[in-house]
């Protein structure tokens, strides 16, 4: 055979033999192509409706510590902002400013006033802030939202002036809040006889002489003036986000105060900054030291707070108020899906 036509003879029995392989584009051999997972799509969780308190307690964290004498305040901020009610006035501007009407009722009652306001503005009245003036001086029982142009509504208050019950003056408002003790008795619901008990109490400790048992000399005491004062200047906490404290005295907690605006907290902050300085000024009766169990547990206390159970106390304005059932005591108003002022007393 010609050796031409044998080579050719081999070549082609080669080329039979090879596996056969599809072909690229381009022409070179192609491997073979895997076959594409298959995805099983994973079922989307159901979102969680939590309560408005709980889902504002989880996007706090704990600031540094500052300190005032026995009083130590740790401050509470945002994880994120979380702004969801247009911005509230204080009764401070609102009062400066001539948006809202204080009255007495017609038949004037110790334990009611009669409020309206004449602005834009929603304005926000807390529980503990002292109205001066009228037939007597009164501490606000519950916080309260009130609407724009809202006319008259009737508003919880208790009498700080045991001793007086005539026309006096107008209204205007003190620069300080009552003590967690006085507060803690509002939160509860609490009989008027109680307060003045507990006011009288107070003023004896500080040793304050007050007329007409009237609570709001014992702010304006000179040494107890100072002491606020002092603490107000030192006490000065992170703004931007902080939104609250926990005021420890003692190494106990005596309370916390929680909102979800920023700006609301930090208009507010000098006179409950007051407030906590009077349980340092006047201690409220502490616990045996066999209680007490080391360094406060910040976290411990807020989840507490997180977790505790309310009734609907009903408000006059907007929004819904809650009163704490068990345990430490304390109010929470909640409006259009969010929290206004959360407020606790110790546990």
């Not at 003879?9 to 584009?25: G, I, K, N, Q, T």
């Amino acid at each position: 055979m010609n050796v031409r036509y044998l080579s050719l003879a081999v070549f082609f029995l080669a080329l039979a033999a090879r596996p056969a392989h599809l072909e690229s584009d381009h022409g070179t051999v192609a491997e073979p192509r895997p076959e594409p997972p298959v995805h099983i799509p994973r079922p989307i969780p159901e979102p969680v409706d939590q309560p408005p308190l709980a889902r504002l307690v989880d996007r706090l964290v704990i600031g540094a510590a500052q300190h005032y004498g026995s009083l130590t305040v740790y401050p509470l901020q945002l994880r994120w902002r979380h702004l969801t009610h247009p911005r509230l006035q204080t009764l401070d501007a609102a009062l400066g400013n001539g948006w809202l009407e204080i009255r007495e009722r017609e038949a004037a009652s110790v334990n009611v006033l009669r409020v309206r306001n004449v602005s834009d503005h929603h304005l926000f009245l807390m529980a503990g802030e002292m109205i001066l003036g009228g037939k007597q001086n009164r501490t606000i029982a519950a916080d309260v939202v009130v609407p724009p142009r809202s006319g008259f509504i009737d508003i919880e208050v208790y009498c700080v002036e045991q001793g007086r019950w005539d026309a006096g003056v107008g209204f205007n408002s003190s620069s300080a809040v009552a003590a967690g003790s006085v507060r803690k008795l509002a939160a509860a619901a609490a009989d008027q006889r109680s307060v003045w008990n507990d006011i009288d109490r107070q003023l004896s400790a500080a040793e304050v002489e007050a007329t007409n048992s009237d609570y709001d000399e014992l702010y304006k005491a000179p040494e107890v003036e100072r002491r606020m004062r002092e603490a107000v200047e030192r006490l000065r906490l992170p703004r931007q986000r902080t939104v609250g404290v926990v005021a420890v005295v003692h190494g106990r907690i005596v309370g916390a105060d929680i909102f979800s605006r920023a700006n609301l907290f930090e208009a507010l902050w000098p006179k409950l900054c007051r407030s906590y300085v009077t349980d340092v000024t006047v201690p409220v009766p502490q616990m045996r030291r066999d209680q007490w169990q080391g360094p406060p547990d910040i976290r411990g206390y807020l989840d507490q707070l997180r977790n505790s159970q309310f009734r609907d106390r009903g408000t006059p304005g907007l929004g819904r108020s809650w009163q704490m059932l068990h345990g430490m005591g304390g109010s929470v108003l909640e409006w259009q899906g969010s929290i206004v002022h959360a407020s606790s007393f110790g546990r």
